[in-house]
Nanobody, 116 residues
């Protein structure tokens, strides 16, 4: 059974940091490109960051570039998203996605709220 379980979301003040985790199971994690997406209320889902495998090349959304880092630990079947200098406009549900060719899996998402 394929599972992607996100964690690490929550309420944080502007300027704060959060580290999101996405634990994968049920598929060969190391072969998949892993991505983080976010969706704010009333807005379309957008790609935040992705990390390929092998090689680990990364891509970042312009809106968050310089403030986020995506990484993966293939031994733990986990992908991370370190977010710094958070802004109220970063408030959204953050979800992870695994892709390999035509295969894709999604997690259920974790809420990130940036507010004072």
């Amino acid at each position: 059974q394929v599972q992607l379980v996100e964690s690490g979301g929550g309420l944080v003040q502007p300027g704060g940091s959060l580290r999101l985790s996405c634990a994968a199971s049920g598929f060969t994690f190391s072969m998949y490109t892993m991505s983080w997406y976010r969706q704010a209320p009333g807005k379309e889902r957008e790609l935040v960051a992705s990390i390929s495998n092998p090689g680990g090349s990364t891509t970042y959304a312009d809106s968050m570039k310089g403030r986020i880092t995506i990484s993966r630990d293939n031994a733990k079947n986990t992908v991370y998203l370190q977010m710094n200098s958070l802004k109220p406009e970063d408030t959204a549900v953050y979800s992870c996605r695994a892709t390999l060719g035509f295969r894709q899996y999604w997690g259920q998402g974790t809420q990130v709220t940036v507010s004072s």
